[in-house]
């Protein structure tokens, strides 16, 4: 009966109104009771036989049972046993032992019993067993036992059947029948043998709610009554309404005939069925109510209706309707009312709603419920009140919870109506601490890890208790764990001069397995820097003498000096750099050039200048350029009008002078592209040229008058330098010609000649060199006293070698430039010709900081190092928010987006 109203029954209704659904396999019984029951062939019914047939025996009927069932599934015979049947029911076998069968069927002992029983004198046993109602017929009384339970099943069943049934399944704990005791096992066994699993499985996935159509839109309609059409099916009426409700379609099915639904969208129907039924009831008795007239009513009638609209009143306000009729009836019970509030009583409520105190509104509130006393002011104290019990429960949940989120919103909830209750204060602590707690752990949790701020963050996630609420507790906690063990490893590797213990150490720090990020901090740089040593007692040597740059040199003789290192590779750098300094410095330059140090090939130079100017001395002065003619020779050049100053002209010939110079100063430019006469026609040529040039450098000193043309005339003059050797080195003597003696003293900027003269020669030595002959002398003269400020200013000296080691630039400025150069004020910040020389300066060069070989550490080269031996200075991270890779220099601390040309890492 349980499995055909539980299972069978259900699956028959879902077919019959056309519903999928997935069957339940379940423990059918009727297969045992068919053969305990069968006529003719059931275990029971040849029982009866046999008792019926002279000479049968207990042996017979077990013969012909076991003939009769034999290809029965659920019978058993068993021949190991003898005089046994088996059958297997849905709780197990169950063997059954026939000898004394027959015997006991035939007992009428029961019937015996019976007739006792009904004689009894006892007056409670007289009633359950009076002689009228257990009349028994001499037929019946004949009847086996077997065949009296049969008969009994059948009247039990037929009566069930005729009944709606519900089932309650008991569960025996144990087998003791002790209390408080439950054994699993058993409960388990029991729950599953009875069909207990299949049938809740069966009702979860089945619609336990079922409606006609009809019954469905009559009860439902009234939801949503703008969607139910004249003429409109049921059936069709039903699905609007579902559509309308927005119920789950999953578990809403449209059978043929009914509405089939769950529990979840039969409390949402019920629900708003509910608030529309009452809805109306109340606004049916609002309209009754306000319709009445109370002009006649004495005071008794009167209070009646006045308590009876009350309660219509706070039911409209409770469903919040807002509708005429609703507010005519807030009026009329106002004005009813507002008579009979004591001012007490208003006072309360004002004072209540000013503080927003819960407790006074509650009571003032219960107050006002008991009397009847509904005002204006009461729905505000209500709505309030309202609003103060929704924040206090926000609040609760969000402390409860220690949401971050939900603690903010229940906050701005409280903020809307200015609450300051204990609980805003509480919730505003709370989310200070769990903001806290949270920058402490996202600071605690990038590199560089710290297990002080990692012990700090923790300490204050437990202290606010934001513990559980946060993953990041639980990898701040493992990675504190991590950052322990690494750190304890690191002093141990550092303590030591072990090359392998360094490099494993250093390869699990570099791993990315500290919240996604490799460890970093003190310890890790102080064993990177020791690893680093350690490699470099191998191979520095060797490097220090491929890129021989001095600084370098000497720590890495001084350092091996300390260690006591001695080794080929040592004592040739020792060599080096404790032999002649010019030897060195020489080495310096051959490294450099070769390895394309460029820049530091440049310095060098300078360096053998700044010896070369040292040791020969004053035999280097501008005056003793063999290039240079003669001052009585470049006198007597002047025309024969003006030869009677020719010797005060001749002591002038390298000083500052303001009319137009009437010859060039050296021979070779008088001679032409290489010593020797030329033709006239070339030397005019060149003369006017050398004119020129000497009118354009008094025009950009500011000390002869300019032609408005001076940029144009620049620009030619270092096309002229570029293109005839011949006008290079006459150039540079021009400039220290004005500059020799000249008026300005080159202590202002502003505007004056010398340091205009100075910018002037700095962008010469960016575009042309002078020639061989000249360099020494031009070498010797940016060493002279005078003048250096400016001669820093520039870095001469670099420049010169620089142009000497490059050559020509023919990449010269646009006039454009010159122009803007010329338009633009000279001052301190700025000075002549600022914009043009800036960026061929390059001033940095001439630092030693800007050399990229090997570092004050000792480090060589990342791309020197061998493999497996020296973790790169360089590694690319995946970073943990944006999932991109980044660069990160162990040794710079310096991290970039850009993958830097020694990155030798492979993504951590």
């Known amino acids: 009966h349980f499995n055909n109203n539980t299972f069978k029954l259900e699956e028959k209704l879902y077919k019959s109104e056309g519903i999928e659904f997935a069957h339940i396999e379940f423990v059918d019984n009727q297969p045992m009771i068919e053969l305990i029951t069968e006529k003719n062939r059931g275990v029971l019914p040849m029982l009866d036989e046999e008792l019926r047939i002279p000479g049968g025996s207990d042996t017979k009927y077990l013969s012909k049972l076991i003939d009769e069932q034999r290809k029965n599934p659920v019978f058993e015979d068993c021949v190991k046993l003898k005089d046994c049947f088996a059958i297997n029911h849905y709780a197990g076998v169950v063997t059954y032992i026939v000898p004394g069968f027959l015997e006991k069927n035939g007992d009428t002992l029961t019937v015996d019993l019976l007739d006792v029983l009904k004689t009894s004198q006892n007056p409670i046993i007289a009633v359950l067993y009076s002689p009228a109602e257990n009349q028994m017929s001499s037929k019946e009384r004949k009847h086996s036992l077997s065949h009296q339970f049969q008969g009994q099943l059948r009247d039990l069943m037929t009566h069930l059947h005729r009944t709606t049934p519900h089932y309650i399944r008991c569960v025996k704990p144990n087998e003791a029948k002790a209390p408080l005791q439950m054994l699993a096992r058993n409960c388990f066994q029991q729950l599953t043998y009875s069909g207990v699993f299949e049938a809740v499985a069966i009702r979860k996935q089945g619609y336990p709610f079922r409606l006609t159509h009809e019954e469905f839109v009559k009860r439902y309609a009234k939801i949503c009554p703008e969607e139910i059409e004249d003429g409109l099916s049921a059936r069709d009426a039903s699905q609007r309404i579902v559509k309308q409700m927005k119920l789950d379609e999953t578990n809403v099915k449209v059978g043929s005939s009914r509405m089939l639904y769950r529990a979840k969208e039969y409390r949402k129907l019920e629900l708003d069925w509910s608030i529309v039924t009452k809805n109306e009831k109340i606004l049916n008795d609002l309209e009754r109510l306000t319709s009445t007239d109370t002009t006649n009513m004495d005071r008794e009638t009167k209070d009646a209706f006045i308590i009876e609209l009350a309660g219509a009143v706070r039911e409209s306000d409770l469903f919040r309707i807002k509708t005429a009729v609703a507010e005519k009836g807030r009026k009329m019970l106002e004005k009813f009312v507002e008579e009979r509030v004591p001012v007490e009583v208003k006072e309360r409520?004002?004072?209540?709603?000013?503080?927003?105190?819960?407790?006074?509104?509650?009571?003032?509130?219960?107050?006002?419920?008991?009397?009847?006393?509904?005002?204006?002011?009461?729905?505000?104290?209500?709505?309030?009140?309202?609003?103060?019990?929704?924040?206090?429960?926000?609040?609760?949940?969000?402390?409860a919870k220690m949401s971050e989120d939900f603690l903010q919103r229940a906050l701005d909830m409280c903020r809307e109506f200015n609450y300051c209750g204990v609980l805003v204060a509480q919730a505003v602590k709370m989310l200070k601490g769990i903001r806290k707690a949270k920058e402490a752990l996202s600071k605690a949790m990038v590199p560089l890890f710290s297990t002080e701020a990692l012990r700090k963050a923790l300490e204050l996630c437990g202290k606010v208790g934001y513990i559980q609420s946060d993953t990041r507790y639980d990898e701040c906690l493992e990675l504190k764990s991590k950052v322990e063990q690494i750190e304890t490893d690191l002093q141990t590797a550092e303590a030591s001069w072990d090359e392998k213990l360094l490099t494993d150490v250093l390869a699990r720090s570099d791993r990315t397995s500290f919240a996604g990020h490799p460890y970093r901090g003190p310890l890790e740089e102080a064993c990177r820097e020791k690893l680093v040593q350690v490699i470099w007692m191998n191979n520095f040597f060797k490097k220090a003498s491929k890129y021989c740059i001095e600084k370098d040199v000497r720590e890495a003789v001084s350092k091996g000096k300390e260690m006591g290192i001695k080794s080929k590779a040592f004592e040739k750098l020792r060599a080096i750099a404790e032999g002649p300094y010019e030897l060195f410095v020489k080495e310096q330059y051959k490294r450099a050039k070769k390895c394309g140090h460029h820049p530091r090939a440049i310095r060098c130079m300078v360096k053998r200048a700044d010896k070369l100017v040292e040791s020969k001395g004053s035999s280097l002065a501008v005056a003793q350029f063999s290039g240079l003619k003669k001052p009585i020779d470049w006198a007597s050049e002047r025309p024969a009008k003006l030869k009677a100053t020719s010797l005060i002209r001749a002591n002038g010939m390298l000083r500052y002078q303001t009319d137009n110079l009437h010859a060039p100063l050296t021979t070779i430019a008088a001679g032409g592209e290489s010593p020797g006469v030329i033709a006239t026609v070339h030397a005019k040529i060149f003369s006017k040229k050398f004119s020129t040039m000497f009118q354009t450098v008094q025009m950009c000193m500011g000390q002869r008058a300019s032609d408005g043309d001076c940029p144009r005339r620049l620009l030619q003059l270092l096309k002229d330098g570029i293109k005839h050797v011949v006008m290079r080195d006459e150039a540079y003597l021009m400039i220290i010609k004005q500059l020799n003696n000249n008026p300005d003293t080159g202590t202002k900027s502003n505007a004056q000649p010398v340091p205009r003269a100075f910018a002037l020669m700095a962008l010469l030595l960016t575009v042309f060199p002078p020639t061989k002959g000249f360099e020494g002398h031009l070498e010797y003269w940016l060493r002279e006293g005078k003048y250096l400020h400016l001669k820093t200013r520039y870095r001469l000296k670099g420049l010169l070698r620089r142009r000497c080691y490059e050559g020509i630039d023919d990449n010269l400025p646009s006039l454009e430039a010159f122009e803007d150069c010329f338009e633009t004020t000279v001052t301190d910040v700025k000075p002549f010709l600022d914009d043009v020389l800036r960026p061929r300066l390059r001033l940095e060069e001439f630092e030693d900081t800007c050399d990229p070989m090997m570092t004050t550490s000792l480090a060589p080269p990342t791309s020197d190092v061998s493999a497996g031996s020296s973790p790169s200075l360089w590694t690319a991270v995946v970073d943990a928010v944006s999932g991109k890779t980044y660069y990160y220099n162990a040794e710079t601390r310096e991290t970039s987006w850009t993958p830097p040309t020694t990155t030798a890492a492979t993504v951590a």
């Open 349 to 399: 409520m004002s004072v209540a709603k000013t503080e927003m105190n819960r407790e006074e509104l509650e009571d003032v509130l219960a107050l006002c419920d008991k009397e009847g006393y509904i005002i204006k002011l009461t729905r505000e104290c209500r709505e309030l009140l309202e609003q103060i019990i929704d924040a206090d429960e926000a609040l609760t949940v969000a402390m």
